[in-house]
């Protein structure tokens, strides 16, 4: 069948079969289908969704149009936690270090940050002399050697992912629930790790803005995930507001440690403590998610997971002693107070435009070229359900260039939404999905 029937067929609305889906992502990848028409098939796709069939065999094809990871050799159950982007999740990082206190790997190819959201990748190289491994027998000696393995992003994994990835962006098709779980999933099966577990965020600062949305993404995966045999949990949380008190790099950095030290915010500590609960209910080494919960919060109050994270820092060539002393750490010196210009309640406080608002003074690039400053960002001091006075500091930001400072003022200003009525804090998870 020619490729203009098979879009054709889609833009009517009628099913494709599996081998429709293969031979239409084969031609594409063997040059025979132009850019676009790839794009008139995601713009089908984009108004008429996908049956599961056409979702499994699309998910297939990204995954195999590339290298996989497989993990079978590892001598660790090995984890894949993935989060859909969020204004101030730093949870991987905390995460890592806990779970290898229970012999649970992590394997994660993780993203720079884009815009207003900030990458793990990022975050980990601000800590100085730090890099990741850039080859899969690296990445398998790291998690050998500490239970923790990140890397960044291979072209050589998901190509395919890549190149649709890049027409979608320029061809309005990237909102489409079938092609983000098709994106994402396909980069989380080609890593053979024992356990998925998805953190679908939802709010003003997420892809997802409705409980509805993210509640149809995550259903979504979980069918694909569980077609393809994979144990896969997913976990929705809020974005009502950024995740912990600090979004930038070292910053981010410090609030993770501080976690594992056990100070960490209430929100941040609540995600962190359930999604590290289940992974050890996947491993099966306890017997429910409350047990779980509470065998990781009595790690927290050891060295133990601040002794792995010195030593996944130490074998990426980092320097360990950032754990306990901050001021190795290329935190900007210049520090400017934000204070409230009336009393009430925070309602919300749009994490969108703190993520912005760090961007702007250099923790995230607007382009993917931009060069990032790792010591900038802005650390809030209200969170969602506080009073606060006229008058009272909100926010501090950290800055090496004045020049945006003002417009950085303005829009975390504006993210606060303080009203006159109590609100209690929103709650940070929203449903657990099996
Ligand atoms: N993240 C991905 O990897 N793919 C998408 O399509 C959207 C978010």
Redesign the pocket.
């Known amino acids: 069948m020619r490729a203009v029937d098979l879009i054709q067929k889609k833009r009517d609305g009628i099913p494709l079969s599996s081998m429709e889906i293969t031979n239409f992502l084969t031609m594409y990848l063997d040059g025979k289908v132009p850019d676009y028409q790839m794009s008139a098939f995601m713009m089908a796709v984009y108004f008429n969704g996908m049956t599961d069939e056409e979702l499994f065999a699309f998910t297939e094809n990204m995954m195999n149009s590339g290298d996989t990871i497989p993990l079978g050799d590892s001598k660790h159950f090995m984890i894949d936690k993935h989060s859909?982007?969020g204004v101030g999740d730093k949870i991987t990082i905390a995460l890592a270090p806990l779970l290898a206190c229970f012999d649970i790997g992590t394997a994660k190819l993780s993203g720079k940050g884009l815009g207003h959201t900030g990458g793990t990748i990022d975050k980990l190289e601000s800590i100085p002399g730090f890099s990741f491994p850039e080859t899969q027998a690296d990445l398998m000696q790291l998690i050998e050697k500490t239970g923790i393995g990140i890397m960044g992003y291979s072209d050589s994994i998901v190509p395919l992912d890549k190149q649709l990835?890049s027409l979608?962006d320029v061809t309005a098709t990237?909102p489409s629930i079938p092609?983000?779980a098709s994106?994402?999933m396909s980069?989380k099966l080609a890593i053979g790790a024992d356990g998925i577990i998805l953190d679908i965020k939802v709010g003003h600062g997420a892809?997802m803005k409705t409980e509805e949305e993210a509640k149809t993404l995550a259903a979504t995966m979980m069918r694909i995930g569980k077609h393809f045999k994979r144990n896969i949990t997913a976990v929705l949380s809020g974005m009502e507001q950024p995740l912990g008190f600090s979004v930038g790099n070292s910053l981010e950095i410090v609030e993770a440690i501080e976690t594992l030290k056990g100070f960490g915010p209430t929100d941040f500590k609540e995600l962190l403590l359930l999604i590290a609960g289940n992974a050890l209910m996947m491993k099966g080494i306890a017997d429910n998610l409350p047990e779980a919960i509470s065998m990781v919060s009595e790690k927290i109050a050891t060295d133990e997971p601040l002794n792995n994270l010195k030593s996944f820092i130490q074998a990426c060539g980092g320097n360990p002693n950032i754990v306990d002393d901050y001021k190795l750490l290329p935190i900007a010196q210049n520090t400017r107070s934000l204070h409230s210009v009336n009393s009430g309640y925070v309602h919300e406080i749009l994490a969108e435009d703190i993520g912005k608002a760090a961007m702007i003074l250099g923790a995230g690039r607007a382009t993917k070229d931009d060069q990032i400053d790792h010591g900038v960002g802005v650390v809030l001091r209200k969170k969602v359900g506080d009073h606060v006075n006229e008058n009272e500091l909100l926010a501090t930001f950290y800055f090496n260039d004045d020049k945006q400072l003002k417009e950085a003022e303005k829009l975390v200003l504006n993210a606060y939404r303080i009203q006159q009525n109590e609100t209690g804090a929103p709650s940070t998870i929203k449903d657990i999905i099996y």
């Open positions: 859909t982007g990835y979608r990237v092609l983000i994106s994402i980069k892809f």
